[in-house]
């Protein structure tokens, strides 16, 4: 548990502008991961994450998630082995089926998306390996493609999903899976089951994502997790009292990241909501690094 990474989200409703300077501040405060987001009509993933990447030093940069539907696997794979040519170590590639009414949205939704994550996930993950990729399967086709500058250090492919056979998907297939946000630490016992049952091997690492508000005031961190944990509840077919978020005061907040972490999270990303998330990133470090009573 001690072991695990702590990391913050830069909002898809967050201007791409202040990308930079967010990622510098967080980065400066100690943090150990970045991750942006790519949802129809907000960022690009890939170029949300060569800002954050540029723009810092240390940082290790996620991409949550590109959607395999709108995305060439071997694009996919040339745009991300030029991110870890670049800055080697530092890149965590996030893939998902894409939210099924916006990928039909914009005419690509697939057949089987299930087949179409798989094979992306195969494909995406040979070519970064250097390989010449044959595939001629239900919905990627690949013909002798080998990219010429394959990266010298194979970022981690990750699958984000949330239903069971996606989940057993990403552990038969994946390097590690991204949990979506509301899932807590009984939610992390089942998933580490469903991935075991696809075949997930020890080194399998699983990155929790957690809306997050930190404050004093029991009533107002309520008042501001409430739309967000109300859509999110919604979306995940479960109530609303039953959304798990990292929030109340810093020390409550901190002991949320360490409930996650004991249930199996490798890494727990916060997705801030309310007023100065770097200051309650601050606050949440700070308790996090204090010294147990």
């Known amino acids: 548990m001690t072991n695990v990474r702590i990391g913050v989200m830069h909002d898809r409703d967050w201007a791409p502008e202040g990308l930079p300077e967010f990622a510098r501040r967080a980065e400066a405060l100690g943090v150990d991961d970045l991750w942006v987001v790519e949802d129809l009509g907000w960022n690009g993933g890939v170029s949300a994450a060569a800002v954050a990447l540029g723009a810092t ?16 696997p071997a694009l996919l794979a040339m745009e991300l082995a030029t991110l870890a040519r670049v800055f080697p170590g ?41 390989e010449r990729v044959e595939v001629t399967g239900r919905e990627v086709r690949l013909y002798g493609v080998k990219l010429v500058h394959p990266p010298t250090e194979v970022p981690p492919v990750v699958a984000g999903v949330v239903r069971p056979r996606s989940l057993e998907l990403s552990g038969r297939v994946a390097e590690g899976t991204l949990i979506a946000e509301g899932h807590g630490p009984r939610d992390l016992e089942h998933i580490r089951e469903l991935i075991a049952k696809g075949g997930a091997t020890a080194d399998h690492t699983l990155t929790a994502f957690a809306f997050a508000c930190v404050g004093d005031d029991p009533d107002e961190v309520a008042r501001t997790l409430h739309p967000h944990t109300e859509g999110h509840g919604a979306w995940l077919g479960r109530p609303q009292e039953e959304v798990f978020t990292v929030s109340g005061d810093a020390t409550r907040a901190a002991d949320g990241i360490r409930e996650l972490a004991a249930a199996g999270a490798h890494t727990v990303v916060l997705r801030f909501v309310g007023v100065d998330p770097l200051g309650q990133l601050e606050a949440v470090l700070g308790a996090w690094q204090a010294p147990s009573a």
Do not use: D, F, K, Y
């Open 90 to 130: 530092r890149l965590v590639a996030g893939i998902g089926h894409g939210v099924r009414e916006w990928m039909a949205q914009v005419g690509v939704a697939p057949r089987s998306p299930l087949a179409l994550l798989e094979e992306t996930i195969t494909s995406v993950r040979a070519l970064l390996r250097g």
């Open 57 to 72: 030093n240390r940082l290790r940069v996620g991409i949550g998630i590109t959607p395999a539907p709108l995305r060439s």
